[in-house]
């Protein structure tokens, strides 16, 4: 059973920056593993924020940025606003014989 | 604007099969190469990804979810569904649909309860 791993919880100051990371207990993250990034609010469905590494969506706040980072999957994000108080989830794709989609245990980040 | 609507029982008893549709309105389903996916959320857990399929009728599953769990695309009638056997409380989920992680429907909660 594959596992991603992400941080459970980071807390960062108004106008800081954050970086959350995402790991495979396969390897390394790289390029072919499609990561994916989504935010998710209390009582809110989830907002596609990343694809493909970094792709952002039209929608996408310009402070936040995806990348690779020491063999895991990174979304930063550069001068928070309260409203990015939220969870994030990435989302990570494994090919082979059965391809499937699997996404990280979720961080929650605060802003205070 | 693309947009999704699940729609199926809140309630469902255990050992039964859950069953969801999801609607798509503001264009077809049939145009693009979109994958068409379900996604769940148990209450105080993270997300789920359950599945996927495409028109062309290809489908891939989550591995642990692989024996109990069908997705289906009906063109005729702009929708897709979820079909999950043997249910236990553990299925218990607001479930989502999504066109490619991009769009998402509401959700819908399902509960597995006798």
């Known amino acids: 059973q594959t596992v991603v791993t992400q941080e459970p919880s980071l807390t960062v100051s108004p106008g800081g920056t954050v970086t959350l990371t995402c790991a495979s207990s396969t390897g390394a993250v790289t390029s072919g593993y499609y990561p994916n990034w989504f935010q998710q609010k209390p009582g809110q469905t989830p907002r596609a924020l990343i694809f493909s590494t970094s792709n952002k969506h039209s929608w996408t706040p310009a402070r936040f940025s995806g990348s690779l980072l020491g063999g895991k999957a990174a979304l930063t994000l550069s001068g928070v606003q309260p409203e990015d108080e939220a969870e994030y989830y990435c989302l990570l794709y494994y090919g082979g014989a059965q391809p499937h989609w699997v996404f990280g245990g979720g961080t929650k980040l605060t802003v205070l | 604007q693309v947009q999704l609507q699940e729609s199926g029982p809140g309630l469902v008893k255990p050992s039964q099969t859950l069953s969801l549709t999801c609607t798509v309105s503001g264009g077809s389903i049939s145009s693009g190469s979109y994958s068409w996916s379900w996604i769940r959320r148990p209450a105080g857990k993270g997300l789920e990804w359950i599945g996927r399929?495409?028109?062309?009728?290809?489908?891939n599953y989550n591995p642990s979810l692989k024996s109990r769990v069908t997705i289906s695309v009906d063109t005729s009638k702009n929708q897709f569904s979820l079909n999950l056997s043997s249910v236990t409380a553990a299925d218990t989920a607001v479930y989502y649909c999504?066109?490619?992680?991009?769009?998402w429907g509401q959700g819908t909660l399902v509960t597995v309860s006798s």
């Open positions: 999504t066109r490619g992680g991009e769009i």
């Open positions: 399929a495409y028109t062309s009728g290809s489908t």
